[in-house]
């Protein structure tokens, strides 16, 4: 039961599994957990039966969400799972809204997640990265199963990464996929589910139990700790494996791996090789 001393992390929090493994790990580590949702994006799945409430708001509403989390005492913020950017010709920010987004620096994802995470510890929360309270979720170096990338892989993942970093100077995408020393495409709006089943059919027909291509994330390199990191999950290699691809690598330390253990098991499955790098 918490206490008048205990903390209280509130989540601001989109869709998948990510929000769910955050409010487990900061009941474990005795936080009291709120979540805030947003109206007209995905719900987190699963929440545990400690979270002490959940309320949603307008996206564009940050008054009412600031008086919201100071009424429950929050001291921590924590933001997790996937929001999809609404367009800033429809939104109609409150007041503290326009003032969070005369600071933003530029509407790219990056720039608008700082601008974000620097507004909240202006007005007083301490912004968690997901990886204070999950550092297991970071994804290990190496070879993560019983499959290894070939030379020619090796070439394949390098060039993905060497893209990305270009990319990234732009803010643009955290994932590519590369077949065969070619770039078949970038992540853009569609995100990674999208850009699998895009370039598969780009790719063009595979042999009898011929497994081609690879999908390789990173995050951008000044890319905010706080907020979307690239994350993978056993979705991702569900979706490779069903599009006949190769392999996913994706970079070290800076990717969030979610039920790895479960990552590794359909790879191994599938035949499809998981390398962090």
Known sequence: MPTNDTPVLAILAGGGSLPALVAGAALAQGFEVQVVTFDGQAAPRGLPEGVAGQASFNIAAVGKILAHLKAHKVSHVVMAGALHKPSLFRLRPDVKGVQLLARVKGFHDDALLRGVAGFLADEGFTVLPVTDLLPALAAKDG??????????????????????????????????????????????????????????????PLGKQERAGWLIKAAKPSQTDLADLPTIGPATVELLALHGYKGVAVQAGKTLVVDGEKVVAVADGHGVVGVGV
């Open 143 to 204: 070879v993560w199963g019983k499959y290894a990338p070939s030379e020619a892989d090796k070439a394949d993942i390098a060039l993905g990464m060497e893209v990305l970093r270009a990319m990234g100077g732009l803010d643009i995408g955290q994932a590519v996929v590369v077949h065969r020393g070619t770039v078949l495409g970038v992540e853009a709006v569609e995100g990674t589910d999208g850009l699998i089943a895009r370039c598969a059919a780009l790719r063009g």
